[in-house]
């Protein structure tokens, strides 16, 4: 419910002023902005149920902090996918995983998208006037300047959206293959190609344009229907991106992996149906579009806040790791490896700081019992029990071995 709401909100937001530009009426200005701040109180309420939602479900303090100041910046969404794919990027050095690497692409290029766009936007509305006055959106679209470096910008963005779309496309299509053998492979590509291929349909008009005669002789329905047929091409694409990790909240037990699948989910929907700033360039009053940017860093802090958090679970819990390797289900791959690559970091990171605590007490000849007896203590403290029973085990069998290797030569 809450993924079809926000998704509602966006294409009512960047949807009418395309179809009244299309259409051959216009209404009052005291319509469009009741329009507009009913989809304002939409959006704040949207914000503040997912925040209620995130906050209820993450018991660690480190999720609670406050990110209403910090949502209106497009730089902190680009800084949470920056964050992401870093560590995704270790967990690949790591493992080397196909479908880490494709989710890591799309990451990356999202957040050369969101940036690319800031520019573009930034850049485009500095030929505006400083003082918007309402203004008809007919007339808004009339007197909109164009630069000449605004032109390369368009089609930069268009290729690092398509290349992004199509490499998360891929990933989600691989993790949701298991449900190719319930449906059949030739009906499940049928079905997972319809977001794919309609969202690159658009496009045709710069390779073919097969409606060109259609846009010639009547350009105001061929207008409309674009805008009623193909007004949520990101946001459906967003839906089924979300569905793998929606779905994989079904597939695991454990409750607080559940939470964290369904806020990446939900943060999957929320990112890659936002990414739309074509209706905020218009710079029409009241600023449409305005409401679907501003889904972008609520949608980039759900998933790294999910991804992350679901990984250091698996990283932690090895009853979740056990339950993971159990099971064939295709769209736990994604945590699987990058949890997997997490444990593995945090063991090593604990290996080295006993390795050093265990070389300075050697060193140290002076070091009274109490101190070693401390120092364990605080290591063990560090570990769970069953970690820290498992490694004291092969201190203690290395340390008899050892003791019965030098009393030999005395034999």
Sequence with gaps: MVILFAISIMVLDTTIVKYIAFSNKEY???????????????????????????????????????????????????????MLVLTLVDSILAKGDRILSLYTISFSLTAIAIMTSLVYATYTLSHQPSNIRPLSIHNSFIGLPRSELAIYFGPTLDIISILSFVSVWIASAVLMSTYKRRIGKIRYWTITSIPL??????????????????????????????VIIFSATKQIGALFFSLVFLAASTLVTKREMQKYLLITGIGMAILYGSIEID???????????????????????LVFTGIIRSARLVAQDSELRREFYNTAKSQLTLLKTVGVAQMEKELIKKYKSMDKRARSIEEDSRFEKDNVKEALH?????????????????VLTELYAKSRTDRKPGV
């Design 28 to 82: 009052p200005t005291p319509l469009y902005v009741s329009i507009f701040v009913v989809l304002v109180i939409l959006f704040v309420i949207a914000v503040i149920v997912l925040l209620g939602f995130v906050k209820s479900k993450n018991s660690q303090s480190g999720l609670k902090r406050g990110l209403s100041l910090r949502s209106t910046y497009l730089i902190i969404a680009v800084t949470f996918l920056i």
């Design 197 to 226: 291929i309609y969202f690159l349909f658009p496009f045709e008009k710069n390779v073919v344009d097969i409606f060109q005669s259609l846009s010639v002789s009547s350009p105001f329905l061929y207008g409309v229907l674009n």
């Design 279 to 301: 209706t905020l360039l218009y710079a029409t009053y009241p600023p449409f579009g305005v409401v679907t940017a501003s889904f972008i860093p609520m949608g980039a802090y």
């Design 378 to 394: 605080g290591l063990v403290d560090e570990l769970d029990k069953e970690k820290a029973r498992e490694m004291l085990h092969d």
